[in-house]
């Protein structure tokens, strides 16, 4: 009786949520997280074949897997600036993460844990006396570890928690809306990074492998799946890297434009370095070039880095400026 009583109530569950449950008023690009330090926003949003990197986190985590260090390291990163004659809804809607702090992250040898933005914007949209008011907050959680085995390839692994809110709030001839919803969900990214010769390491990442977002008062949201690959020439010094980076939405109409991305950096003694990079959808069309670049200052235990960058949006263009502060313990 008890097992007709359950299977009864699973399957008006089940009805229930395809017949009334609907798609959340997320975007496409809800889940396009940034890397995690003004040293990979410099240099062209690289870093899927950099070994030893604590951007890692994010763009490979096999990377983890060559750090030899026994030092904890600490990194927190912030949007300071942005800069643009675009309506704040635009520039939101194709960037969703807004000015303030985006990420903190913690590594010690092969493991990390970390914190990062997805999304955090407000957008509004007027029609005479109606409107329709968002507020997107998508944050997430990782634990990241590799190991390197005795052919010294690297293979890491990312476990997210994700959590967030959005609050929607409206009036349609005359009748008011407003409601707040909380969502919870999970990815798993699974990397690999190996030396090809000398100086040359090759590293690819799959994204989103499992990614889901359950939100309440609707239906659940399947997260992009993304490739990431690239080659990286490094000697400490001089550090010479190429991304190719694609992304599959589940949803929405978005464009999974390939991504292709340089990225230089300089070492001007042991104190300073310089950085510059590109990052483009057609290396034909100037005006779908991002341009990156930034500098950074090492002091003791504390590194400083700082980056900008520049593009074309609907023929204006836009301006955004970050930093990071790096801690070694």
């Not at 890692?56 to 030899?68: M, P, Q």
């Not at 670049?293 to 836009?318: D, M, P, Q, W």
Request: net charge neutral.
């Amino acid at each position: 009786m008890n097992k007709k009583f359950l299977f009864v109530l699973c399957a008006l569950f089940t009805v229930e949520v395809l017949a009334f449950a609907k798609k959340p008023p997320t975007m496409p690009n809800s889940y396009d997280s940034t890397g995690v330090s003004a040293r990979s926003f410099a240099m062209g949003y690289t870093g899927a074949a950099m070994p030893g990197s604590l951007e890692g986190v994010f763009y490979n985590s096999a990377s983890l897997g060559f750090n030899n260090t026994e030092r904890v390291q600490l990194e927190a990163a912030v949007v300071a600036i942005r800069n643009t004659d675009l309506d704040n809804n635009i520039i939101s809607s194709f960037d969703p993460i807004d000015l303030g702090f985006t990420s903190f992250v913690i590594m010690q040898r092969q493991g990390a844990i970390s914190w990062r933005t997805y999304s955090s914007n407000d957008t509004e949209k007027k029609d005479g006396s109606n409107f329709y008011k968002k507020s997107e907050h998508i944050k997430a959680v990782t634990i990241s570890a590799a190991n390197v085995n005795d052919a010294g390839v690297s293979l890491g692994l990312n476990l997210s928690y994700l959590y967030g809110t959005v609050a929607e709030s409206s009036v349609f001839n005359g009748t008011p809306f407003a409601q707040t919803s909380s969502g919870n969900g999970f990815t798993m990214d699974i990397g690999l990074m190996a030396p090809v010769r000398g100086n040359l390491y090759f590293g690819i990442n799959f994204e989103n492998v499992v990614g889901m977002m359950w939100w309440e008062h609707y239906d659940y949201d399947q997260l992009p799946f993304g490739i990431r690959t690239g080659l990286g020439y490094v000697t400490g010094k001089f550090n010479l890297l190429a991304d190719w980076n694609k992304k599959f939405y589940r949803f929405g109409n978005a464009e999974n434009d390939n991504l292709y991305s340089v990225g230089i950096e300089q070492y001007i003694g042991s104190m300073f370095v310089l950085r510059a990079g590109a990052q483009t959808p057609s290396v034909t069309s100037e005006d779908k070039i991002k341009y990156t670049y930034g500098a950074g200052i090492n002091v003791s235990v504390f590194s400083l880095s700082f980056a900008g960058e520049t593009y074309k949006y609907e023929s204006e263009r836009v301006y955004q400026y970050s930093f990071s502060l790096r801690v070694m313990i």
